[in-house]
Structure formats: structure tokens, C-alpha cells
């Protein structure tokens, strides 16, 4: 991954790569929680 700081040169790029980032980091976290307890897959 790119440095941050680099990509926050550029406001229009940084959002959207921090938005993917972000939406990504959460499928991730909400699939783990998923998975745990119950292993179920809607």
C-alpha cells in the first residue's frame, strides 16, 4: 500500500481509496463476526 501521506496530496484520490479501504476493513470485520459464532452465510 501507498504512503498515506502522499495520497493526501490529493483530496479527490485519498477519499475514494479511503472509502474503499474502509468498506473493505468492514466486509472483513463483519464476515469474522459472522463466521464466529454461527458460520452462517446469508
Do not use: E, Y
Amino acid at each position: 500500500m501507498k504512503n498515506p501521506a502522499s495520497s493526501a496530496k490529493k483530496p479527490g484520490l485519498s477519499k475514494v481509496k479511503t472509502s474503499r479501504i474502509n468498506t473493505l476493513t468492514a466486509l472483513a470485520f463483519l464476515r469474522k463476526a459472522v463466521l464466529k459464532p454461527t458460520r452462517q452465510v446469508s
